[in-house]
């Protein structure tokens, strides 16, 4: 169990990680920051000498106004875009992590297959991969320049009020760090309720697809209002939690303001009993002239305005912390996936495989045996089932192949141990058939298209009238463009399997593996769909699973699986 500290330690190291993938882009954007802090010291420099060549002459000549102007103008003109340039560097840069961060979690999932439920649920699983990769955000966009700026700013302030009033400089430096104090103190507190705030929307999401997958069963025990409630209930005690996030948040950047307001007020009060010659340790006399006073009274906003806006983006950094935090379960699944295909063998089917297993055991994620010692040969363009009793492990034995589930023992594809093979290439030329069709609430078109993007409307008329399922959707009145409700609402149970094998069809993949693809239909049903494989699934290598034979006339050879041995 990885305790609090190694927590925040480790989201820190991902964080950095994640900021060295655009170290280029970063480093450009500081430099702009450089440059436009410069212009604004020069800018107020110039403000400063107009407004005291002012009060001491009672008059602007038109060559010192025009001496001055012209350089003011450039640092008025050049500071707007140079923060544009460096914003959008910085959004470009958020925008790339976060895309590269989200596919390599994508990636880690598909690895996990099945296996994904033991990180959660899909809803909290779909919530982490979507808004808590979003929360990184401000983190990139803000705070992680903004750190910088917090301090070489401030220093650069502190040097040039040095030059007119060293007292001056002492000040500031004094009260400059009361700011970052209460900005961390605050921002603990703030990085519990964003980890508390992140595991309550991941545990609402969680419960609300769950409510709407199960939402026409609901219906059938006449639960809607009690489903309802629980979300209500859930749906509050999220806003409860925001709020109380919304209430540090504004509390922490009044408590900044507030010290502030009160350093700059201090300066000021400083330099204008110096101007007024009655400052006691310095009566009579005025130890920084106006041009001066005037110059360090422009300058101390800027000093603490990069401090206070730090304050504001440590929200930024508690929250990507946070949300890091929750991902890193996911995160070193991913990382240890990418490492473990970083050297293996980019292998794709283009024809039917020979598929051979060696003392073949599958073995669940802890370790216990799904599928005792098995050795087989199926050959290319085969069609085999895997025969066996309810629970031996025939699934288990696809999810295997699939590399959703670690074995001992060797499997052997075309020649190519699987140990060897980088599964995420192989998996493009491998179709799979589960008992419920992973239909999504997509039209039909759509729907089709997740396993071929590039497909045409005639293309996607042609599988379907292969498995017989045209002349229903014809008949409908958006015909292809139909949606369909979540799990394929609007289909029965055999033109869901009909829509999948249409899928299977458009992948063209050589291996088919179909895991008990008529479980849940009734017999008539079972029998045109078996039907179906026959014909479609000619000169293809198939493993079928299932314990019924009634239907399988058509397969070439039968596996046994036996019963799962005792340990």
Not at 183 to 207: C, P, T
Not at 343 to 368: F, H, M, S, W
Not at 516 to 543: C, F, N, Q, W, Y
Request: charged share 15%; net charge positive; with cysteine.
């Amino acid at each position: 169990m990885v305790n609090y500290s190694d927590q925040k330690y480790l989201s820190k190291q991902f964080l950095r990680k994640f900021q060295k993938q655009q170290a280029g882009t970063f480093r450009l954007a500081w430099y702009l920051m450089l440059v436009s802090s410069v212009l604004m010291i020069i800018q107020n420099g110039l403000l400063a000498y107009l407004f005291a060549f002012w009060l001491e002459q009672h008059q602007l000549t038109r060559s010192v106004l025009f001496s001055v102007l012209p350089y003011l103008a450039v640092c008025w003109f050049l500071r707007p875009i140079i923060n544009y340039g460096r914003d959008q560097l910085l959004l470009r840069a958020s925008v790339s992590i976060r895309l590269n961060l989200r596919s390599k979690l994508l990636r880690a999932l598909a690895c996990l297959g099945p296996e994904r439920s033991v990180y959660g649920s899909d809803g909290a699983l779909s919530t982490q991969v979507l808004e808590q990769v979003d929360a990184l955000d401000g983190y990139f966009i803000h705070y992680v320049l903004q750190q910088k700026l917090a301090v070489i700013v401030p220093l650069m302030i502190v040097g040039v009020t040095f030059i007119y009033s060293p007292f001056s400089a002492l000040l500031l430096l004094f009260t400059a760090p009361l700011v970052p104090v209460f900005m961390i103190l605050l921002g603990e507190a703030a990085a519990r309720k964003n980890r508390q705030q992140l595991v309550a929307l991941a545990g609402l999401s969680g419960r609300f697809l769950d409510l709407l997958r199960g939402m026409s069963t609901l219906r059938r025990l006449g639960a809607i209002s009690q489903a309802q409630l629980a979300v209500d209930t859930a749906a509050e005690s999220y806003r409860v939690r925001t709020m109380g996030v919304l209430k540090l948040a504004f509390l922490s950047t009044a408590v900044l303001e507030l010290f502030a307001a009160l350093a700059i007020a201090l300066v000021a009060v400083y330099l204008g009993l110096g101007l007024l010659g009655v400052l006691p340790w310095a009566l009579g006399s005025v130890p920084v002239h106006y041009q001066g006073a005037l110059f360090i009274l422009l300058l101390a906003p800027e000093f603490y305005l990069p401090l206070r806006q730090l304050g504001a983006d440590y929200h930024d950094k508690a929250k990507a912390e946070a949300a890091v935090s929750n991902l890193l379960p996911l995160l070193e699944v991913a990382e240890t996936t990418l490492q473990k295909q970083a050297n293996k063998i980019e292998y794709a089917l283009l024809t039917p495989p020979d598929i051979r297993a060696q003392k073949l055991c599958v073995l669940g994620r802890d370790q216990r045996i799904r599928l005792s010692e098995i050795d087989f040969m199926i050959k290319a363009k085969e069609r085999v089932l895997i025969y066996g009793a309810s629970g031996i492990g025939k699934s288990s034995l696809l999810q295997a192949l699939l590399g959703f589930s670690p074995y001992k023992g060797d499997i052997w594809i075309n020649e190519q141990n699987y140990a060897d093979i980088n599964l995420s290439l192989l998996h493009q030329s491998i179709a799979y058939l589960a008992q419920t069709p992973p239909i999504m609430a997509l039209s039909i078109a759509d729907n089709l298209r997740l396993a071929k993007s590039t497909a045409t409307d005639d293309e996607l008329r042609e599988v379907l009238q292969l498995v017989r399922l045209w002349d229903f959707i014809d008949c409908l009145p958006q015909k292809m463009n139909t949606v369909l409700g979540e799990r394929g609402q609007g289909m029965s149970g055999g033109q869901l399997q009909r829509l999948a094998l249409a899928q299977m069809l458009l992948r063209n993949a050589p291996l088919w593996l179909l895991d008990e693809p008529t479980a849940h239909l009734d017999t008539v049903t079972a029998a045109e769909i078996m039907t179906l494989l026959d014909r479609i699934s000619v000169g293809k290598t198939v493993l079928l699973i299932s314990h019924d034979t009634s239907y399988t006339q058509w397969i070439d050879r039968q596996i046994t699986v036996t019963a799962v041995k005792e340990v």
